[in-house]
Protein backbone atom coordinates (compact mmCIF):
# COMPACT_ATOMS: atom_id res chain seq x y z
CA UNK A 1 0.00 0.00 0.00
CA UNK A 2 2.95 2.25 1.06
CA UNK A 3 4.17 1.94 -2.46
CA UNK A 4 1.30 2.53 -4.10
CA UNK A 5 0.90 5.98 -2.10
CA UNK A 6 4.49 6.63 -3.09
CA UNK A 7 4.23 5.98 -6.60
CA UNK A 8 0.99 8.78 -6.95
CA UNK A 9 2.94 11.33 -5.10
CA UNK A 10 5.44 11.29 -7.48
CA UNK A 11 3.12 11.27 -10.74
CA UNK A 12 1.98 14.17 -9.32
CA UNK A 13 4.56 16.51 -9.53
CA UNK A 14 5.46 15.51 -13.10
CA UNK A 15 1.63 17.01 -13.89
CA UNK A 16 2.88 20.11 -11.96
CA UNK A 17 6.12 20.34 -13.89
CA UNK A 18 4.15 20.27 -17.07
CA UNK A 19 2.80 23.46 -17.26
CA UNK A 20 -0.84 23.26 -17.64
CA UNK A 21 -0.86 19.85 -19.26
CA UNK A 22 -4.84 20.18 -18.94
CA UNK A 23 -4.70 22.97 -21.65
CA UNK A 24 -2.51 20.56 -23.73
CA UNK A 25 -4.87 17.81 -23.73
CA UNK A 26 -7.32 20.31 -24.46
CA UNK A 27 -5.77 20.96 -27.93
CA UNK A 28 -4.94 17.65 -28.77
CA UNK A 29 -8.68 17.13 -28.74
CA UNK A 30 -9.24 20.22 -30.52
CA UNK A 31 -6.85 18.86 -33.40
CA UNK A 32 -8.51 15.41 -33.24
CA UNK A 33 -12.00 16.97 -33.76
CA UNK A 34 -10.75 18.94 -36.79
CA UNK A 35 -9.51 15.62 -38.47
CA UNK A 36 -12.75 14.26 -38.22
CA UNK A 37 -14.23 17.28 -38.96
CA UNK A 38 -12.55 17.19 -42.17
CA UNK A 39 -12.96 13.87 -42.90
Given amino acids: ?3 KM ?5 S ?3 L ?3 GG ?3 E ?3 Q ?3 LA ?3 ADE
Fill in 12 to 14: RPH
Fill in 34 to 36: DFK
Fill in 29 to 31: LAR
Fill in 16 to 18: RSS
Fill in 21 to 23: SCQ
Fill in 1 to 3: MKR
Fill in 25 to 27: IVR
Fill in 6 to 10: DGKNR
